[in-house]
């Protein structure tokens, strides 16, 4: 009696098991925050004086609007609004599933709410910068500030 003919074997690839950790923060978990009681800035203060300080903290608020805003408008007109708004959502607004950043850190540097705001600026500016956005011989061309218009051949 002879031997069944031996099965070639395939080469095996021995990897190690050992992984590198991730340094990710734990997935979301329930967060034990205290509650505060927090009293009356004002207390008793008139009406007179509550209105002073309103006032005062609106002009502070205006004059760094207006130092603020030509600034943010002038990102728009220097690079295009889709890098801007993309650059935003990856960067800033994206985390791995199941991690909430604002109840770890207890604080957002950058929320949904700046990224709506970005896109009022963006909407509020031309689309394109440049002349000439499509152009294919002999079907529609588009410039920018002008209507779809048929092109010569």
């Known amino acids: 009696m002879t031997a069944p003919p031996q099965r070639p074997t395939k080469p095996v690839l021995v990897m190690s098991r050992k992984r590198k950790k991730r340094r ?3 997935p979301y978990s329930p967060i034990k925050m205290k509650l505060f009681n927090v009293t009356d800035p004002f207390g008793d203060a008139p009406v007179e004086e509550r209105r002073r300080v309103m006032r005062e903290v609106g002009a502070k608020a205006k004059a760094r609007f207006q130092e603020v805003y030509p600034k943010i ?3 728009f007109d220097e690079f295009d609004s889709l890098y801007i708004l993309a650059f935003s959502v990856f960067y ?4 791995p599933e199941g991690v909430d950043k604002e109840a770890i850190e207890g604080k957002l540097d950058f929320g949904p709410y700046h990224l709506e705001l970005l896109q009022a600026f963006a909407l509020s500016k031309p689309t394109y910068p440049y002349d000439v956005l499509a152009y294919v011989p002999g ?7 002008s209507s779809l218009s ?3 051949p």
Request: glycine share 10%; proline share 5%.
């Open 92 to 95: 800033f607004l994206t985390a």
């Open 24 to 26: 990710f923060p734990k």
């Open 73 to 75: 408008g002038s990102w």
């Open 150 to 152: 048929a092109t010569e």
């Open 139 to 145: 079907s529609l061309s588009l410039r920018a500030g």
